[in-house]
């Protein structure tokens, strides 16, 4: 079995076939056969992607049922109140549902990740804040919408972290194996269903 974690760029899609979605896909950057995006990340978001062969680790890590906390770092328009912030963590009221309670703290000081190419659009008379989400399920497009619903519009969405594993050290485009002390970590978690962990 293999299991990997891949630095996706901007602008590719988390698929490994042709889409008009964007011109590049996974395969562009992963030459290893037979495997799999557990979950998805937006073309147009970037950072960790976790891929596996392993067909009932990658069910256990994308069903609802288990918890499987991902970690992103949000630039937002706009200066988040301590309002703002509380609205993210309690849970926003989308079309067809509420999503769940997460954590959710304005980065101070602000990260600085790669440069992405192309660069978000830099407007001199409005400032930006980088924000950090932690989530429990993974909607289409959810921390975009969550946070446009809280007043502040995503303008750069990266994917931090998969559980305890995070982006740190993987160049985008690059990939590396999990390590052995890293999927019992992982193996562990997600053999627990969320109906039994803790609440956030």
Request: hydrophobic fraction near 35%; charge should be positive.
């Amino acid at each position: 079995m293999r299991y990997l974690l891949l630095n996706k760029p901007y602008d590719v899609v988390c698929q490994f076939t042709p889409s008009h979605e964007a011109s590049r896909t996974l395969a562009d950057f992963v030459n290893v056969p037979d495997i799999y995006p557990a979950g998805r990340l937006d073309h147009d978001s970037e950072g960790l992607v976790l891929l596996t062969d392993d067909g009932g680790f990658q069910h256990r890590v994308t069903d609802p049922k288990f918890g499987h906390p991902r970690t992103y770092w949000a630039q937002v328009e706009g200066v988040p109140s301590p309002e703002a912030i509380k609205r993210l963590q309690d849970g926003v009221l989308l079309p067809g549902y509420r999503t769940r309670p997460a954590k959710a703290r304005i980065l101070d000081p602000p990260p600085e990740p790669w440069p992405r190419n192309p660069p978000i659009r830099y407007r001199a008379n409005i400032p930006d804040t980088w924000i950090e989400l932690t989530l429990e399920e993974g909607r289409n497009r959810q921390v975009r919408r969550m946070t446009a619903k809280a007043g502040h519009p995503t303008l750069r969405l990266i994917r931090y972290a998969i559980g305890d594993l995070t982006v740190e050290g993987i160049v985008p485009g690059q990939w590396r194996d999990v390590t052995a002390t890293e999927l019992a970590r992982l193996t562990r978690f997600h053999d627990s269903p969320l109906r039994v962990r803790r609440p956030l």
